[in-house]
Each structure stands twice: as structure tokens, then as C-alpha cells.
Nanobody, 121 residues
Framework: QVQLVETGGGSVQAGGSLRLSCTAS????????MAWFRQAPGKEREGVSC????????YYKDSVKGRFTISRDNAKNTLYLQMNSLKPEDTAMYYC??????????????WGQGTQVTVSS
């Protein structure tokens, strides 16, 4: 049974930082590209960042470039999202996802339950 478990969310003030983690089990982690998505209340889910199987390629949504960093540790079956200079508009539920292909428009087979990030002004 595949499980993706996100941790690290919380409430911070604007300008603060959070580090999200997503630990995977039940799959061969380095067979999967990984991504972070988010969904704010009343809005559609959007892709934030993705990373290739060995971490050699990364991609970021324009609004988070220079502030967020995605990384992975295949030895620990864990995906990370370091979020700096957080803004109120980053407030959302953040989900990690695993899929066979790299890219935010790719299909992702497995999803975590989400972790809430709230940024106050």
C-alpha cells in the first residue's frame, strides 16, 4: 500500500519560513518523479514545484521562484519543500504527489493527505 505523508505545515507571519517534508512508503521512491501542489479555499489546485527522479531537474511556478526550493533524499524516501519569504498568498493546503513522469502537467498516481500552511500579514 502506497502512502505519502506530509509534515511541516503550520502558521507563520509573512516573511517567515517553513520546511515541508513528504515521506513515502510502499513504492520504489526513485522510480517516481515528485511534485508539490497546493489548494487554497475556493481556488483550484495548482502545481507549485516538481523534481525529477534523481533530483537533477526541478521546476517552479513563477510566483515561488527564488523563494521555494524543492529537493529529495532518495535514501530516506523523502521529498522536501523549503519555503522562505512566505507571503499571505502562499496560504493553502499543500500536497505532495508521486508519478511516473516529470512535470507539473504530468499525471500523478499517488497523493498525500496534505499539510496546512497559513501565512499571516
Amino acid at each position: 500500500q502506497v502512502q505519502l505523508v506530509e509534515t511541516g505545515g503550520g502558521s507563520v507571519q509573512a516573511g517567515g519560513s517553513l520546511r515541508l517534508s513528504c515521506t513515502a512508503s510502499g513504492l520504489t521512491f526513485d522510480d517516481y518523479a515528485m511534485a508539490w501542489f497546493r489548494q487554497a479555499p475556493g481556488k483550484e489546485r495548482e502545481g507549485v514545484s516538481c523534481i525529477s527522479w534523481e533530483g537533477e531537474y526541478t521546476y517552479y511556478k513563477d510566483s515561488v521562484k527564488g523563494r521555494f526550493t524543492i529537493s529529495r533524499d532518495n535514501a530516506k524516501n523523502t521529498l522536501y519543500l523549503q519555503m522562505n519569504s512566505l507571503k499571505p498568498e502562499d496560504t493553502a493546503m499543500y500536497y505532495c504527489a508521486a508519478g511516473p513522469y516529470y512535470g507539473l502537467r504530468s499525471e500523478y498516481n499517488y497523493w498525500g493527505q496534505g499539510t496546512q500552511v497559513t501565512v499571516s500579514s
